[in-house]
T-cell receptor
Framework: DAGVTQSPTHLIKTRGQQVTLRCSPK?????VSWYQQALGQGPQFIFQ???????QRGNFPDRFSGHQFPNYSSELNVNALLLGDSALYLC????????????FGSGTRLTVV | AQSVAQPEDQVNVAEGNPLTVKCTYS??????LFWYVQYPNRGLQFLLK??????LVKGSYGFEAEFNKSQTSFHLKKPSALVSDSALYFC?????????????FGAGTRLFVKA
């Protein structure tokens, strides 16, 4: 049973560039949430996708956008990268019909230089 | 607005001793409460949850947590710590009454279990 798959695992980008991170949810899950985890901090909620729509959003600027596809996979896009965007980006999947916790991927480590 | 506080940055305990990692929360309605563990360079792993019912919740790897509504706490406990329990632990809360679906995480508590 495949868990949550994120790609790439590591990424180095230059300030001002754009980046796309990808996530495949656990089999049977229909909801994808994205989190940003800076070094030494807890995960910060970016947004959540269900039925291909953004359902809720955290306190992140519009430079952060996303998409969910019919197969429930998801992308996180960040435009005009800043040094402060350097973090571990975590994808978490869940099932809307069941009150289970999240299943997390191992994350994408983004470094902006 | 919902929030989670983990008052201890770090907890140190000797192997075989009981451990407690503290968590308090603030939500406008009834909470869903969770504990997750994170090992180095890995994503978070689900340990246990409280939705409703018995205030003592049992989870993975021998961990349990006690929900205390009057103190708005959800402390993580284990009767006998193992060195392999050393990791970063996160408490999380979701406010089901506002219709929102986001889960808010605390800043984390690093647990060190010494042999």
């Amino acid at each position: 049973d495949a868990g949550v798959t994120q790609s790439p695992t590591h990424l180095i980008k230059t300030r001002g560039q754009q980046v796309t991170l990808r996530c495949s949810p656990k089999s049977g899950h229909d909801t994808v949430s994205w989190y940003q985890q800076a070094l030494g901090q807890g995960p910060q909620f970016i947004f959540q996708y269900y039925e291909e729509e953004e359902r809720q959003r955290g306190n992140f600027p519009d430079r952060f956008s996303g998409h969910q596809f019919p197969n429930y996979s998801s992308e996180l896009n960040v435009n005009a990268l800043l040094l402060g965007d350097s973090a571990l980006y975590l994808c978490a999947s869940s099932s809307r019909d069941r009150d289970h916790g999240y299943t997390f991927g191992s994350g994408t480590r983004l470094t902006v230089v | 607005a919902q929030s989670v506080a983990q008052p201890e940055d770090q907890v140190n305990v000797a192997e075989g001793n009981p451990l407690t990692v503290k968590c308090t929360y603030s939500v406008s309605g009834n909470p869903y409460l969770f504990w997750y563990v994170q090992y180095p360079n890995r994503g978070l792993q689900f340990l246990l949850k409280y939705i409703t019912g018995d205030n003592l919740v049992k989870g993975s790897y021998g961990f349990e947590a006690e929900f205390n509504k009057s103190q708005t706490s959800f402390h993580l406990k284990k009767p006998s710590a193992l060195v392999s329990d050393s990791a970063l632990y996160f408490c999380a809360v979701r406010d089901i009454n506002t219709g929102g679906f986001k889960t808010i995480f605390g800043a984390g508590t690093r647990l060190f279990v010494k042999a």
